[in-house]
């Protein structure tokens, strides 16, 4: 089993920053990629970043130069950092982690509210 705990959401105004964690813990061993969802009212949950444990990345085109992840295994954190926010960035951001067997753990979601 895998547990992810997220921090870092909040109310911050358009053109912010703020900056996402993720802390593993449980079964990190098994863990290769580690991402970020998110899923704003009345939308489907979509893919935000990404990374695997080599340290490779992927990102939607909507926060391509925005979004940075980045990823400590020494702390088994992974992080997102989200600059030049804008209003369509509001939703609650899952973290994500999945094992090379395909088995898939979530985190209970941080609320990210961008103000206009």
């Known amino acids: 089993q895998v547990h992810l705990v997220e921090s870092g959401g909040g109310l911050v105004q358009a053109g912010g920053s703020l900056r996402l964690s993720c802390a593993a813990s449980?079964?990190?061993?098994?863990?290769?990629?580690m991402g970020w969802y998110r899923q704003a009212p009345g939308k489907q949950r979509e893919l935000v970043a990404a990374i695997t444990s080599g340290l490779s990345t992927n990102y939607a085109d909507s926060v391509k130069g925005r979004f940075t992840i980045s990823r400590d295994n020494a702390k088994n954190t992974v992080y997102l950092q989200m600059n030049s926010l804008k209003p369509e960035d509001t939703a609650v951001y899952y973290c994500?982690?999945?094992?090379?067997?395909?088995?898939?753990?979530w985190g209970k979601g941080t609320l990210v509210t961008v103000s206009s």
């Open positions: 449980g079964s990190i061993f098994s863990i290769n990629a």
């Open positions: 994500h982690a999945e094992t090379p067997g395909g088995m898939d753990y």
